[in-house]
Structure formats: structure tokens, C-alpha cells
């Protein structure tokens, strides 16, 4: 069974910096485009980041110039380096990958299971 595990969480100070990590686990024909999302409490997903298999990234207007999502196709694994953290990214990161797991049903979209990033003023 393909997933995506995530890992790099957890509780840091205004100003700060954390590293999501990302990667597939299960076999897989090729990942595609690779993103990270949040959700706060009470708010929608939102889009962080997006990676293409090429390294083309784009970013939202919140994080850009804070946030660097990279990835290592040997590995299929993504990763979203945050600095200078702010109690408004305080949120829920989901890691997003469109997978291909069978040449007859083509690609997906796969969710990874959301790692908490709590940021305290």
C-alpha cells in the first residue's frame, strides 16, 4: 500500500525554524509534482508550496522568502525548510504527491497523514 509519511513537527519560538520531511513509502512508477499544505483550526487548507519533478517551485504570498520546499527524486521524498517562524503558521502540514502506482489507472493525488507545527510568541 502507497503512503506518504511525514515527520519534522512540533513546538518552537517565534523566529525560529523547523524542517517537514516527506517521503513515499510503498512501490511506486514515478512521483510527480510534490506540495505541502496547512490547515489551521477553523480555516481551510491552504496551499504552502509546490514542487515540480524538475524543481520549478511556487510558493504563497505568506511564506515566500521564509519558506524553501526542495526534494530528492532518488528518494521521493519532499521537504519544506521553515524559518523565522511566526505564531500565524501555526497550523496542521499535510505533504500532497501525485503518485503513479499503475500504468492502467494513472496517476493520483496522495495525502500524507499531517504533522502539527506549533509556533509560540
Known amino acids: 500500500q502507497v503512503q506518504l509519511v511525514e515527520s519534522g513537527g512540533g513546538l518552537v519560538q517565534a523566529g525560529g525554524s523547523l524542517r517537514l520531511s516527506c517521503g513515499v513509502s510503498?512501490?511506486?512508477?514515478?512521483?510527480?509534482?510534490m506540495a505541502w499544505y496547512r490547515q489551521a483550526p477553523g480555516n481551510q487548507r491552504e496551499l504552502v508550496a509546490t514542487?515540480?519533478?524538475?524543481?520549478?517551485?511556487n510558493y504563497a504570498d505568506s511564506v515566500k522568502g521564509r519558506f524553501t520546499i526542495s526534494r530528492d527524486n532518488a528518494k521521493n521524498t519532499v521537504y519544506l525548510q521553515m524559518n523565522s517562524l511566526k505564531p500565524d503558521d501555526t497550523a496542521v502540514y499535510y505533504c500532497?504527491?501525485?503518485?503513479?502506482?499503475?500504468?492502467?489507472?494513472?496517476?493520483?493525488?496522495?495525502w500524507g497523514q499531517g504533522t502539527q507545527v506549533t509556533v509560540s510568541s
Open positions: 500532497n504527491a501525485d503518485l503513479l502506482t499503475s500504468i492502467l489507472r494513472g496517476s493520483h493525488d496522495y
Open positions: 514542487i515540480t519533478r524538475g524543481g520549478t517551485t
Open positions: 510503498g512501490r511506486i512508477f514515478s512521483c510527480n509534482d
